[in-house]
């Protein structure tokens, strides 16, 4: 097959890449080594910023969004047993919405076969080549078993935190910032209607717990537990003790149901520098991971794509220089979300280690944050998502 992009990855980011491509009349393949089925099944984040509403309105992928997504205006900051409102409409006239990560992925799964993109999942054996090349290549074992080649013209690397593509970089060209943390998220899944009408996050002297949601019925939450927490050791009793525990104060209690999945997550955060090698170019997670606190993964990866898509397009068009910024302009808007991301996490979490000394400054900050407005508009303007226009 040849193709003028070549993606690997059929995430979010690859099939929206795809997608955008096709509107401008540029071919593309995806491969991703997963089926759909199994993409489908993966519990991910929630909130989407405006522009990433925007983008999937706009490109004709989805209006089930702006119908079965919910509008948050706001967010609740929760600390010293008080709830604290962050009114994004307020301070900075935006909303976020809240829709789910895998129904972003179905959408695009969707349009992309109603429009006849070629997608292909569940492949084998991907493999990248001659990236520093005019004539890259990926090849790879279908379905059915047979050895396939998709030639191309550029290509692109959309295939998360644990890429391949990333690591066609030789090292010494590429330079890797990573931090880790000493905690994970306990996640749950369960059935019972929203204890709030917006997301909370706590900070408690127990540590860290977000309070979010899906659906009327169904309920997503989340608290900071040890990355070695093992889920069998933790009856539903037990859970609910801890998260009412997190919460309390004011006497707020959150409405329990039966727990449906649990799930301990690890994270960090990473960047890989330059997200650009030859005719190879990376996005989403390929390049980048930020911990989850602030919501900030997939919609990085939706930004990359918007700045990804507009170079491409010019370079095919025969711009020939018009892939050298990429990498620049898309890392930053990565630096700014690497800051938030951790900022947020580092605010609202407890160091295993922590002296009464670190916890009164975080609620020292916290209290800055809520009781100044330009503390609040500037998280209130890293929530909702920096203009892309500016990038
Ligand atoms: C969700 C996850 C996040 O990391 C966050 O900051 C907000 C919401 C979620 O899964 O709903």
């Known amino acids: 097959t040849r193709t003028a992009v070549g993606i690997v990855g059929g995430g979010p980011a690859g099939l929206m890449l795809s997608h955008l491509l096709a509107a401008s009349g540029i071919d593309s393949v995806v491969l991703d080594n997963r089926t759909r089925h199994q993409i489908e099944q993966t519990v991910r984040a929630g909130i989407l910023e405006r522009d990433s509403v925007r983008l999937l309105v706009d490109a004709g992928v989805s209006d089930r969004v702006l119908r ?24 900075v006239g935006e909303s976020v919405w809240l829709y789910p990560q895998t129904d972003v992925f179905m959408d695009l799964a969707v349009a992309r076969e109603r429009d006849g993109g070629d997608v292909r999942f569940g492949v084998t054996d991907v493999a990248v080549h001659d990236v520093t090349t005019d004539a890259p290549r990926v090849t790879f074992t ?51 209607p929203p204890s709030a009408p917006e997301l909370i996050y706590s900070h408690s002297d127990r ?48 409405k329990e149901g039966r727990i449906t999945d649990k799930t301990v997550l690890p994270f960090r955060s990473f960047v890989c520098e330059p997200m650009r090698h030859g005719a190879m170019l990376l996005a989403g997670d390929a390049a980048h991971t930020v911990p989850p606190t602030g919501a900030k993964g997939l919609n990085l990866a939706l930004a990359d794509v918007r700045v990804l898509h507009e170079c491409l397009e010019r370079f095919l068009g025969g711009d020939a220089d018009a892939l050298d910024d990429y990498s620049a302009r898309a890392l930053q808007r990565v630096w700014r979300a690497q800051h938030f991301s951790y900022w947020m996490t580092t605010m609202l979490h407890r160091l295993p280690d922590a002296s009464d000394f670190d916890v009164r400054r975080q609620v020292g900050e916290l209290t800055s944050v809520v009781s100044s407005r330009a503390g609040s508009t500037f998280l209130a303007e890293a929530y909702t998502g920096w203009p892309g226009r500016k990038d």
């Open 207 to 254: 540590g860290f717990a977000l309070i979010s949601q899906r659906t009327e019925s169904v309920q997503r939450m989340y608290f900071q537990c040890d990355p070695a927490e093992r889920v069998e050791d933790w009856s539903e009793d037990r859970i609910w003790e801890e998260l009412q525990a997190r919460v309390a104060g004011d006497g707020f209690r959150l």
């Open 68 to 91: 079965e997504g919910h509008e948050h205006e706001g967010i609740e900051l929760r600390f010293g047993g008080t709830g604290h409102r962050i009114d994004f409409q307020d301070l």
């Open 142 to 192: 279908d379905s059915d078993g047979r050895a396939c080649e998709v030639r191309c013209t550029v290509l692109v690397g959309a295939d998360g935190s644990r890429s391949t593509c990333r690591h066609e970089i030789p090292e010494e060209q590429r330079r890797h910032f990573y931090r880790e943390y000493p905690f994970a998220w306990f996640g749950i899944l369960c059935e019972a």
